[in-house]
T-cell receptor, first 110, second 115 residues
Framework: TQLLEQSPQFLSIQEGENLTVYCNSSSVFSSLQWYRQEPGEGPVLLVTVVTGGEVKKLKRLTFQFGDARKDSSLHITAAQPGDTGLYLCAGEHGNNRLAFGKGNQVVVIP | DAGVIQSPRHEVTEMGQEVTLRCKPISGHNSLFWYRQTMMRGLELLIYFNNNVPIDDSGMPEDRFSAKMPNASFSTLKIQPSEPRDSAVYFC?????????????FGSGTRLTVV
């Protein structure tokens, strides 16, 4: 059983469209992180959220942590081909350990 | 800083052979993690070290897998004997003393294929 469920698993959109992907769990996390992974590379940290209800923005990316700290969403505005990648959410699970979801594969078509 | 360095990038080996994966963490990071990534299971934590000491190896699949961290700048993950089901991308990651606020820094991974 996956601790963190991400949906949708795969999403293909046209350049300029908006998209939202989700990360859900039945567990409460003290913090949650989003990473982006490109082919042939390791995941790269995008953001860390720690407070229930917190919203963080990174250029066209908006991250929200649920009030109960069990879920999170990532919204991309006016997607560009450079946003293509596997988006992974990860929750702190024990002392300095992260559990990862399987990821949201996003493809932005020019 | 060159980041987390893993070698080799690709490894193809025959079933039954010994495989050793190598990792150099970022200098000053006190935690090191080994993950395995497959399409079916995503990223799975195999083992992690804190100050060179193994803290949790409950994710290591079986006795064929072993990991060492002889010093703060080097770690190895060994599979002996290797099996086709071990085929995956293996990542090493490190994190700073300050904890998760700074996240993990991952290496580029080793793609292992066991035939």
């Amino acid at each position: 059983t996956q601790l963190l469920e991400q949906s949708p698993q795969f999403l293909s959109i046209q350049e300029g469209e908006n998209l939202t992907v989700y990360c859900n769990s039945s567990s409460v996390f003290s913090s949650l992180q989003w990473y982006r992974q490109e082919p042939g590379e390791g995941p790269v940290l995008l953001v860390t959220v720690v407070t229930g209800g917190e919203v963080k923005k990174l250029k066209r990316l908006t991250f929200q942590f649920g009030d109960a700290r069990k879920d999170s969403s990532l919204h991309i505005t006016a997607a560009q081909p450079g946003d293509t990648g596997l988006y992974l959410c990860a929750g702190e699970h024990g002392n300095n350990r992260l559990a990862f979801g399987k990821g949201n594969q996003v493809v932005v078509i020019p | 800083d060159a980041g987390v360095i893993q070698s080799p990038r690709h490894e193809v080996t025959e079933m039954g052979q010994e495989v050793t994966l190598r990792c150099k963490p970022i200098s000053g990071h006190n935690s090191l993690f080994w993950y395995r990534q497959t399409m079916m299971r995503g990223l799975e934590l195999l083992i992690y070290f804190n100050n060179n000491v193994p803290i949790d190896d409950s994710g290591m699949p079986e006795d064929r897998f072993s990991a060492k961290m002889p010093n703060a700048s080097f770690s190895t993950l060994k599979i002996q004997p290797s099996e086709p089901r071990d085929s995956a991308v293996y990542f090493c990651a490190s994190s700073p003393r300050q904890g998760l606020a700074y996240g993990y820094t991952f290496g580029s991974g080793t793609r292992l294929t066991v035939v």
